[in-house]
DNA sequence: CTTGACCTTGAACCTAGGTTTAAACCCTAT
DNA sequence: ATAGGGTTTAAACCTAGGTTCAAGGTCAAG
């Protein structure tokens, strides 16, 4: 398949796929004899995979560190256990963070409304 | 003061200083005779200001807009809770995200313990 | 044989919030 | 007068995740 046909299935931009392979985030393309990049079907699922990931917060580094599209192993059931424990802890700390902004959003609006009280 | 001092005093770094002026963010200084910035005690306060602001996640575009250091009327305080109000919309829907996310990771994870179990 | 759609490359551009660097100037102490 | 610290400027660099551009090659249809 040609990088067009892979980036309508995929639902992605063919510059994408580009800047995907030049990063290493997918293996580089097999190419035709005209030079263009000949991608077999699967990488339709590997892209989406990709952008499932970064749905669930994993940066494109990260993926990278997966070798998804390497042919290698095509990481163990722990191993993704363990990577989506890390990325839980994460997203755990980013909430608690955003909370405690909330937190102090809130107490700051009080003060506020309290004043426009006080000076009514 | 001179932009050294300040920095001091306010626990950021020079260039943070110029860079804020470049953007606009805080009012261009007055020159002593050697072309050195001379600034009013007041910045101090208005750089902690805007570390605070940014901790509660306005960005600098939005601290701006505040004309904090321009000057002008110090921003009412029914202005502040709008500004505030908002903030605190974004920062809950940031955590809606987030808790999507979480549940979402949490579900594969125990899909894949799922998987682990049968295949024991 | 030309038009249009596709492909190639490298490089520049974008947001956000700065940092770093280079080359020059100023001030104070010794 | 010279060393050191401070200051000035513009411009380049950084992360992240791409997009956009320019200039050119290829392919199928009409």
Redesign the pocket.
Known sequence: M????I?RAAG?????I???EKRGIIAP?V???????DYPEELIAILRFIEQA?GLGF???EIAGVDVAQGDHPISCDEAIRLLSGKLDSVAALIAEAKERQRRIKALIAELQGRKQSAA
Not at 12 to 16: E, F, G, P
Not at 31 to 37: D, E, M, T
Request: no cysteine.
């Open positions: 040609k990088i067009g046909d980036a992605v931009t063919t510059s994408r580009r800047f995907y393309a190419r035709g004899p005209n030079g263009y990049r970064q940066s494109l580094k």
